[in-house]
């Protein structure tokens, strides 16, 4: 079996490292499938570099196609263009796509219009909201999907429902929790991690990317603001984006740069009473990011993935969103949905610092070992 992995992000390639390592760890005399790993260049970053994938263990990809920049619409067509050319000249018996990003769409299109066979691992999952880019992304992949590699039975159920077949379901786990458990025992402790005299359960670590939180200036204000003021003085930290940082500057934040040979910056609103305790720092890899992450009290964000790390670590998560696509952080999990309104935290925040926070459990399946069970489907296929 020829077998052709899509990455478009970061992401997208801890998703499918486990997968390639499944392949490369099955004895050759049972181990029929070649692999080609295609990066489309989706999300330009400049932080993956080789170390990227070295320290990761993660394979540098066989190309790039370097489809970055422009609308949706137009990124949507530079890849399908770029890999219909890549897909000719490397035919494949399955192309295999990963998450919900632009690049899942989009190569999921050429393949079929190529009579050719698509995976989806993460199939199912729905937040129900047609505002989301990713909610069209994961709708049109399904719609084209032969083999559906499932997180959850809520996955399940979602693809039963439109009527796909059980013997195209593969309920397989979550092949996120492969990584983080391969790599847990590796996580790294940030640069300013002593610098900042954090202490383990005395911080928090916040993350906000959503164009609906962030690129409103009053509304991050009123986020920031919000998260501070229910903190308990407790440390904030929030790796951010450069963009969103010239935003937090611009609207009504005062920044104060603590020493030039430090990686972050301070601020502190000025209607704040909690006194300075927001720090935001750079991007973090995947390594420091869930060092940070572990040792955390809780975290607050708006991201899908990180509640599903989360919960496998028992740190408390709450989700500044309306809805969510994995609703088993929250059956299950250690997750709760806060929503959009600042005004909401408060109650969370309060059941955090009393130490009431539900302990939660793990879901079926995400026990590190996904992607052999996907390696298993793919061979009997």
């Given at each position: 079996?020829?077998?052709?992995?899509?990455?478009?992000?970061?992401?997208n390639?801890m998703?499918?490292?486990?997968?390639?390592?499944?392949i490369?760890?099955?004895?050759?005399?049972?181990?029929?499938?070649?692999?080609?790993l295609v990066h489309?260049?989706?999300?330009?970053?400049?932080?993956?570099s080789?170390?990227?994938?070295?320290d990761?263990?993660?394979?540098?990809?066989?190309?790039?196609l370097?489809c970055n920049?422009?609308?949706?619409?137009?990124?949507?067509?530079?890849?399908m263009?770029a890999?219909?050319?890549?897909?000719?000249?490397?035919?494949a018996d399955?192309?295999?796509?990963?998450g919900?990003v632009?690049?899942?769409?989009?190569?999921s299109?050429v393949a079929?219009?190529?009579?050719?066979?698509?995976?989806?691992?993460?199939?199912?999952?729905?937040?129900f909201?047609?505002?989301?880019?990713?909610?069209i992304?994961r709708?049109?992949?399904?719609?084209?999907?032969d083999y559906?590699?499932?997180t959850?039975?809520?996955a399940n159920?979602?693809?039963?429902?439109?009527?796909v077949?059980?013997n195209?379901?593969?309920?397989?786990?979550?092949v996120?929790?492969?990584?983080l458990?391969?790599?847990r025992?590796?996580f790294?402790?940030p640069?300013?991690?002593?610098?900042?005299?954090?202490e383990?359960?005395?911080y928090?670590?916040?993350?906000?990317h959503r164009?609906?939180n962030?690129?409103?200036a009053?509304?991050?204000?009123?986020?920031?603001?919000?998260?501070i003021?229910?903190?308990?003085?407790?440390?904030?930290?929030?790796p951010?984006?450069?963009?969103?940082a010239?935003?937090?500057?611009e609207s009504?934040?005062?920044s104060?740069i603590n020493s030039?040979?430090?990686?972050y910056t301070?601020f502190?609103?000025?209607?704040?009473n909690?006194?300075n305790?927001?720090?935001?720092?750079?991007?973090?890899?995947?390594?420091?990011f869930?060092y940070?992450v572990?040792?955390?009290?809780a975290?607050?964000?708006d991201?899908?993935g990180?509640?599903?790390?989360t919960?496998?670590?028992g740190?408390p998560c709450?989700?500044?969103?309306?809805?969510?696509?994995?609703?088993?952080?929250i059956?299950l999990?250690?997750?709760?949905?806060?929503?959009t309104d600042p005004?909401?935290?408060?109650?969370?925040?309060d059941?955090?610092?009393?130490?009431k926070?539900?302990k939660?459990?793990?879901p079926?399946?995400?026990?590190?070992k996904?992607?052999?069970?996907?390696l298993?489907v793919?061979?009997?296929?």
């Amino acid at each position: 079996m020829n077998l052709t992995l899509i990455a478009g992000a970061r992401p997208n390639f801890m998703k499918i490292a486990p997968i390639i390592h499944a392949i490369k760890n099955t004895d050759v005399s049972h181990n029929k499938i070649n692999y080609r790993l295609v990066h489309t260049g989706q999300h330009y970053d400049r932080n993956m570099s080789g170390s990227f994938f070295e320290d990761l263990n993660i394979p540098e990809p066989d190309v790039n196609l370097e489809c970055n920049g422009g609308s949706q619409a137009e990124q949507t067509a530079a890849i399908m263009i770029a890999f219909e050319k890549e897909l000719m000249n490397n035919p494949a018996d399955i192309v295999m796509v990963v998450g919900d990003v632009t690049s899942t769409m989009a190569c999921s299109i050429v393949a079929k219009k190529l009579n050719t066979k698509v995976a989806h691992v993460e199939a199912g999952i729905r937040s129900f909201d047609l505002t989301m880019p990713e909610e069209i992304n994961r709708m049109v992949t399904d719609c084209l999907t032969d083999y559906f590699f499932t997180t959850s039975e809520t996955a399940n159920e979602n693809l039963k429902k439109l009527g796909v077949p059980d013997n195209r379901i593969f309920f397989v786990g979550n092949v996120m929790i492969d990584t983080l458990m391969a790599n847990r025992e590796r996580f790294r402790k940030p640069a300013f991690f002593d610098d900042l005299r954090l202490e383990a359960q005395n911080y928090l670590v916040l993350t906000l990317h959503r164009p609906a939180n962030v690129d409103e200036a009053d509304r991050l204000k009123n986020f920031l603001s919000a998260i501070i003021d229910n903190s308990g003085g407790m440390p904030i930290i929030f790796p951010v984006h450069p963009r969103t940082a010239k935003i937090i500057s611009e609207s009504g934040f005062k920044s104060i740069i603590n020493s030039s040979n430090l990686t972050y910056t301070q601020f502190t609103s000025f209607n704040n009473n909690s006194g300075n305790n927001l720090f935001l720092t750079q991007p973090l890899g995947y390594l420091e990011f869930n060092y940070l992450v572990e040792r955390s009290k809780a975290v607050i964000t708006d991201s899908g993935g990180i509640t599903e790390e989360t919960t496998v670590m028992g740190v408390p998560c709450m989700t500044l969103r309306d809805n969510t696509e994995r609703p088993e952080t929250i059956t299950l999990g250690t997750n709760e949905l806060v929503g959009t309104d600042p005004g909401a935290l408060k109650t969370y925040m309060d059941r955090l610092l009393e130490g009431k926070w539900k302990k939660g459990s793990i879901p079926a399946l995400w026990d590190g070992k996904t992607a052999d069970r996907i390696l298993q489907v793919l061979l009997s296929l």
